[in-house]
C-alpha cells in the first residue's frame, strides 16, 4: 500500500452549484472516477487508493450536499445525481467513455447513468450494492403524507464532543474498522461546527425519505440497457447478501440484466468494504479496469 496518498481539491460549477472534485494521482495518468455513498464524501476511497498498484488518476466528486459540495438544504431530488454526474464526464472526460466505480449510492447512480447514457461509459464498477428493495404503489399516499410532514421539519445529524469521539462511534458501527482508520475518516467525513463539536459532513436532508416509491422496473430497463462490462462487488456480510441471497429470484434477477458482468466476493467485510479489505477492492477493481 502506497503510505497514505495525498489527494488535491479544487472547486468546480457543476450545474449552478459549487462542486468539489478530490484527485488522486497524475493528472496524465489513466482515469478513473469514484463515486461516494449515502451520508459520505469523497475521502471515503482514501484506503483503496492506497492500495492501487498501478498509477491512475482517480476523480472523486462529493456530490450535491456531501462533502466540502455546496449544500441545498432542503430537500433532494435524485435525478440531480445522473445529470450532475453527467457535468462532470464532459468537463473531465468530454471525448472519451469513462470508468466509473461507485459504492453503495454511488454503485446505484452509476448504473442507471450507464443505462441512460451508454455510450459515455466504457467500464462500471457497483461495490455492495443491487439497487433497492421494489417500492410499492400502495405506499404512495402514506410516502407522500410523510414527506409533506418532513418538509416542514429542520432535520438535524448526531453531534459529537469532538473528532476522537466520532472516531469512536465510527468503530463501534464498524468493529472491523481499525484505529489510525477511524481516526482519517473522523477528520475527512466530518465538520467542525462553531462551537467546536463536531458532525458528519453531510446535508441533514439527505435524511428525508423521498416522496415517491422506488420503481425496481426503471432500474432494471436502465441495467439491461448497459454495453460496457459490469464489475459487482459483493461484501461477504453486506447490503447485497443480506438483501438480496445469492440464491434468490431477486438476485438473478437483478443479475441477469447486465450483458457482460463479473462478481466477486470481498471476504471478511461488510457494506463499507472500502474501509474493510482496500486491498482487496484494489486488486478486484485492477483486475477488472483497463488501462489505457
Not at 450535491?64 to 455546496?70: F, V
Not at 462487488?233 to 447486465?258: I, K, N, T, W
Amino acid at each position: 500500500m502506497k503510505p497514505n496518498p495525498e489527494s488535491r481539491c479544487e472547486q468546480l460549477d457543476v450545474r449552478g452549484l459549487r462542486y468539489n472534485v478530490r484527485h488522486w494521482g497524475a493528472a496524465d495518468a489513466p482515469p478513473v472516477f469514484f463515486l461516494h455513498g449515502w451520508m459520505d464524501n469523497s475521502a471515503t476511497f482514501q484506503f483503496v487508493v492506497g492500495a492501487l498498484a498501478q498509477d491512475w488518476h482517480v476523480i472523486a466528486p462529493d456530490w450535491r450536499g456531501y462533502g466540502a459540495s455546496e449544500w441545498l438544504r432542503r430537500p433532494y431530488w435524485f435525478p440531480d445525481y445522473y445529470a450532475d454526474l453527467d457535468a462532470l464526464l464532459a468537463h473531465y472526460s468530454p471525448h472519451r467513455p469513462a470508468r466509473l466505480v461507485g459504492h453503495s449510492m454511488g454503485g446505484n447512480i452509476a448504473g442507471v447513468y450507464s443505462g441512460a447514457r451508454p455510450q459515455r461509459v466504457s467500464q462500471v464498477a457497483i461495490l455492495d450494492v443491487l439497487g433497492l428493495k421494489d417500492g410499492s404503489a400502495d405506499d404512495a399516499p402514506k410516502r407522500l403524507d410523510q414527506w409533506l410532514d418532513a418538509v416542514l421539519a429542520d432535520p438535524q445529524l448526531r453531534r459529537y464532543a469532538d473528532h476522537d469521539a466520532l472516531a469512536r462511534r465510527l468503530q463501534q458501527a464498524n468493529p472491523r474498522l481499525t484505529e489510525d482508520r477511524a481516526a482519517f475518516l473522523a477528520r475527512n467525513v466530518s465538520r467542525v461546527l462553531p462551537d467546536g463539536q463536531v458532525e458528519m459532513a453531510c446535508d441533514p436532508w439527505h435524511k428525508t425519505a423521498a416522496p415517491a416509491p422506488y420503481r425496481l422496473d426503471d432500474t432494471l430497463a436502465c441495467w439491461r440497457a448497459i454495453t460496457a462490462p459490469v464489475l459487482l462487488l459483493v461484501s461477504e456480510e453486506g447490503y447485497v447478501v443480506d438483501r438480496f441471497p445469492a440464491d434468490s429470484d431477486d438476485y438473478r434477477q437483478r443479475l441477469a440484466c447486465f450483458t457482460d458482468v463479473r462478481v466477486t466476493t470481498v471476504t471478511d467485510a461488510g457494506h463499507n468494504l472500502q474501509h474493510d479489505q482496500p486491498e482487496q477492492v484494489a486488486a478486484a477493481l485492477e483486475n477488472f479496469l483497463l488501462r489505457d
